[in-house]
């Protein structure tokens, strides 16, 4: 099955002018299985198509089609990361950027979901590679990496894909579309039947084949901006100093107290259980690499 697992919507992000209507239309055509949403600290896109889903006149638009629903998080530490949680779970912790990645890995396997790294070589604002304080051991905790991405170089996308193969990882392409132009220049190719969220980790955890591909667009002026060391700056500023205004560290500990509970009761999600598979499957992967 064919994805583009990195757009962002109209709806959930302020500097994208593609809507989830337009996306399912193009990517029909393009002869796609379905895309991923993926805004910025936010689940307002996936939040809008469901409300689209649950209406009558668009049930031929979604037949056949799959949406998955994401996000990608702004690490404190690692740049953009994307995550992709269990149907219909919606971490409110998620909407606070600044969490280092150690304790966005711990929170996103604990409730069964998968994540990895988006455009680890590109601009060193926000890319984990361009991170000094990046803790490089924690790859290995990770679930994919993202190999493509049509706003990158073609050498940032070739590293990209040498350190998913160092670390025997799956690579994923995405366009990281804000216009309807780039619609098409990325391609995930999944060989299993993906049509849910709980599909897509399904099939990343248990190694389903996949292959990532597609075409970089050419460099614009604000890919360059945010090259230049005020953007550096400015990512800092946004994601480090804002950020401690409501620190990601102390929601996550009022978080845990307040609704794991919920989160359990509401989605029967077995702790122990996830926490002990989770473990094993990290043991077997130890265990084949030697």
């Not at 089609?65 to 690692?78: N, Q, S």
Request: glycine fraction near 8%; proline fraction near 2%; charged fraction near 30%.
């Amino acid at each position: 099955m064919k994805f583009d697992l990195h757009c962002h919507t109209r709806e959930g992000s302020l500097d994208s002018k593609v809507s989830i209507l337009k996306y399912i239309s193009e990517y029909r055509k393009l002869g796609y299985d379905g895309f991923m949403i993926s805004d910025h600290n936010s689940y307002k896109g996936c939040k809008a198509f469901d409300k689209l889903r649950a209406m009558p006149e668009l049930q031929e638009e979604f037949e056949n089609f799959t949406v998955i629903r994401g996000i990608e998080y702004d690490t404190k530490d690692a740049g953009h990361v994307l995550i992709v949680m269990p149907d219909d779970m919606y971490i409110r912790l998620f909407h606070i950027r600044g969490m280092r990645l150690r304790k966005l890995i711990h929170v996103v396997h604990s409730c069964g979901g998968v994540l990895g790294l988006a455009h680890p070589f590109g601009a060193a604002s926000s890319s984990a590679m361009g991170f000094t304080i990046m803790n490089y051991d924690l790859i290995d905790e990770l679930d994919f990496i993202e190999t493509f991405n049509t706003c990158e170089s073609p050498v940032s996308n070739q590293l990209a894909g040498e350190l998913a193969a160092k670390y025997e990882l799956p690579g994923i392409a995405g366009t990281d579309a804000h216009k309807a132009e780039y619609l098409g220049m990325a391609c995930t190719e999944i060989d299993a039947e993906i049509r849910c969220n709980n599909d897509f980790i399904n099939a990343v955890i248990s190694g389903a084949k996949i292959n990532a591909s597609g075409t970089e667009r050419e460099e614009t002026r604000s890919g360059k901006a945010k090259e230049h060391w005020t953007g550096v700056l400015g990512y800092k500023f946004y994601n480090r100093g804002i950020g401690k205004v409501r620190s990601a560290h102390r929601k996550l500990g009022h978080y845990r107290l307040t609704h794991r509970g919920e989160l359990a009761h509401k989605f029967e999600i077995k702790w122990e259980e996830i926490q002990k598979e989770f473990k094993e499957s990290k043991e077997g992967k130890k265990q084949r690499r030697k």
